[in-house]
T-cell receptor, first 113, second 113 residues
């Protein structure tokens, strides 16, 4: 069945390096995508979003890239800091009647000092 | 401060004892959801509500009930909890559903013994 998934369950990077977290989606009708960050003991926190009419969107230290041809979404974090250590989820709006976001299973980012 | 508030944060209960987890948002959002989060499965939608008195099933509704009598509140009810409902629960609200950012509560960790 269709699903939102992630290529790597755990990503370990050195402090100061750039991080790239990937997400594959399979519903070509999806028109809105979000990246969330979840720290231990907390609820998911919005990082950045992108609509399907865009290929790239930048925030503070973060960039989301959307490749609709291969149905791929990525989150780039520049100059990764210890405070970036968390689980990151991508979510998509599949444009169903439920108007629900569908979430991937998450990638844990570990930042090594 | 814009927020989604869940209570309680932690709950241990016994099988069959009815419980309610409350959720309140102060952003005048129309759309509210309940999710459960289990290891390796990401966030799965339990129930959602598009507006007052409008609720419907999500992906995993069995064993749960909800109500939406007021716009700000969306309680989750477990009439007869079972151990397989041990999980981390999140309430979320958004302006209009899947094509807008969802704001999450801090989570309720439920253990059913």
């Amino acid at each position: 069945g269709e699903s939102v998934g992630l290529h790597l369950p755990t990503l370990s990077v050195q402090e100061g390096d750039n991080s790239i977290i990937n997400c594959a989606y399979s519903n070509s009708a999806s028109d809105y995508f979000i990246w969330y960050k979840q720290e231990s003991g907390k609820g998911p926190q919005f990082i950045i979003d992108i609509r399907s009419n865009m290929d790239k969107r930048q925030g503070q230290r973060v960039t989301v890239l959307l490749n609709k041809t291969v149905k791929h979404l990525s989150l780039q974090i520049a100059a990764t800091q210890p405070g970036d250590s968390a689980v990151y989820f991508c979510a998509e709006n599949r444009r169903t009647g439920r108007r629900a976001l569908t979430f991937g299973s998450g990638t844990r980012l570990q930042v090594q000092p | 401060e814009a927020q989604v508030t869940q209570n309680p944060r932690y709950l241990i209960t016994v099988t069959g004892k009815k419980l309610t987890v409350t959720c309140s948002q102060n952003m005048n959002h129309e759309y509210m959801s309940w999710y459960r989060q289990d290891p390796g499965l990401g966030l799965r939608q339990i129930y959602y509500s598009m507006n007052v008195e409008v609720t419907d099933k999500g992906d995993v509704p069995e064993g749960y009930k909800v109500s939406r009598k007021e716009k700000r509140n969306f309680p989750l009810i477990l009439e007869s909890p079972s151990p397989n409902q041990t999980s981390l629960y999140f309430c979320a609200s958004s302006l209009s559903g899947g094509n807008t950012e969802a704001f999450f509560g801090q989570g309720t960790r439920l253990t059913v013994v």
